[in-house]
């Protein structure tokens, strides 16, 4: 079993050699316990043990190579979310309705297919709905995997929309 680490000994390595003669001397703090063979060796060994420790844990881990599988990921991103404006006398909806939106599909970490963005102004929920289903029916037809929804959505500023001209820029 492993010795005990020195605290004293320790807080010393952090001091130069000068500093610890002085402090841990014959005219220091009482202890005379300076060795000038045996506290340089110590003072090095606990200055560098920490590398020494991290070299023998990545010496004793065995790397594997093991190969990942495609992966396919539909990223969709939302600008400008809005709570819905109402009409007098129409029942409150939770549902918000974006400004526009745009899609991308990521495949091992590579952007490769990307939608152009679209103004959602005056679609309806069912229309935005519809948009969105067949934006992953492409996706999932252009990378050959079945993709059951978004990996992730994004909202984003009304004034972060892409499209030129748009209406809120006017």
């Known amino acids: 079993m492993p010795r005990t680490i020195s605290t004293k000994c320790l807080q010393c390595s952090a001091l130069s050699a000068e500093e610890a003669r002085v402090l841990h001397g014959p005219d220091g703090d009482g202890t005379n316990c300076w060795h000038a063979r045996r506290c340089r060796d110590r003072r090095s060994y606990y200055r560098h043990r ?7 844990r990545r010496q004793r881990a065995k790397e594997l190579d093991v190969q990942l599988p495609n992966r396919a990921a539909a990223y969709l991103y939302l600008y400008g979310m809005q709570q819905s404006r109402l009409a007098p006398g129409q029942a409150v909806s939770k549902r918000r309705s974006p400004h526009s939106l745009r899609a ?10 990307a939608t152009q963005p679209q103004h959602c102004d005056g679609m309806t929920s069912r229309q935005l709905d519809r948009y969105v ?5 492409a996706f999932s037809d252009a990378c050959g995997e079945k993709l059951t ?8 500023q009304e004034q972060e929309c ?9």
């Open 104 to 113: 991308e599909l990521w495949i091992d970490g590579e952007r490769l297919f």
């Open 149 to 156: 929804g978004f990996a992730r959505t994004f909202e984003r």
């Open 133 to 137: 289903k067949d934006v992953l029916e």
């Open 50 to 56: 920490h590398k020494q420790q991290d070299l023998h």
């Open 162 to 170: 892409p499209i030129h001209p748009c209406p809120l820029r006017l």
